[in-house]
């Protein structure tokens, strides 16, 4: 007998790790120290994503996996192009469970900002983990967006006020139409 999962919805996002490793020299020694590895291809990730994909399988009802965000407003960068590929995986992947569903959350912010009013901010990668850390409101976030010409984010990769906005509508409107959700609702 198949044991029940234990949860109704797990949400599998991931970051822009794999892909920032290459864009900062110093981010590959901040992840040795911290001893998190990456994949290196896309057959390497396709496997770690399968494996987890097939972890939680066991252990949830649905689950839906989303496409990595962004390193960076402009989507045309080749950081960018390179983090399209691995949502195209992550959707294909997606398909071969029937109980995934996928959010293209790339696709729905270049649709609101699109790259011709972008901006490439990049700074170090000290200074991204002391925003991702420190700014912690949402006047922060907007500051910090503000000042350095961003739209939806705080540093080209960790959202502010409006990105986090966007992002919840669309979990919101797509857990919504979910058949669980559905039945659980009075």
Same mark, same amino acid.
């Given at each position: 007998m198949k044991p029940q999962p234990l949860y =109704?919805?797990?949400?599998?996002?991931?970051?822009?790790? &794999?892909?920032?490793?290459h864009v900062s020299p110093t981010f590959p020694l901040v992840k040795r120290l911290c001893r998190q590895s990456w994949s #290196?291809?896309? %057959?390497?990730?396709? %496997?770690?994503?399968?494996?987890?994909? %097939?972890?939680?399988?066991?252990?949830?009802?649905?689950?839906?996996?989303?496409s990595p965000l962004c390193i960076g407003e402009d989507f045309?960068? @080749?950081?960018?192009? =390179?983090? &399209?590929?691995?949502?195209?995986?992550?959707?294909? +992947? *997606?398909? &071969?469970? =029937? /109980?995934?569903s996928y959010i293209d959350i790339?696709?729905?912010?270049q649709t609101k900002f @699109? #790259?011709?009013? *972008? *901006?490439?901010?990049?700074h170090s990668?000290?200074? /991204?983990?002391? &925003?991702?850390?420190? +700014?912690?409101?949402p006047k922060q *976030?907007?500051?910090k967006a503000q000042q350095r010409g961003l739209h939806f984010t705080i540093d080209g990769i960790h959202l502010n006020q409006v990105g986090a906005q966007i992002v919840a509508e669309l979990f919101y409107n797509h857990i919504k139409n979910l058949p669980f959700f559905k039945e659980v609702r009075p």
């Open positions: =109704e919805l797990s949400i599998l996002w991931v970051g822009v790790n &794999d892909i920032y490793v #290196t291809n896309h %057959d390497e990730f396709q %496997d770690y994503y399968k494996k987890t994909l %097939d972890l939680l399988t066991h252990h949830s009802k649905h689950i839906i996996t989303v045309t960068n @080749p950081w960018n192009k =390179e983090l &399209d590929h691995l949502a195209h995986l992550i959707q294909h +992947v *997606s398909r &071969d469970y =029937e /109980t995934c790339r696709k729905k912010i @699109p #790259t011709e009013n *972008s *901006s490439f901010y990049q990668v000290l200074s /991204t983990i002391h &925003d991702a850390l420190c +700014v912690t409101t *976030s907007e500051d």
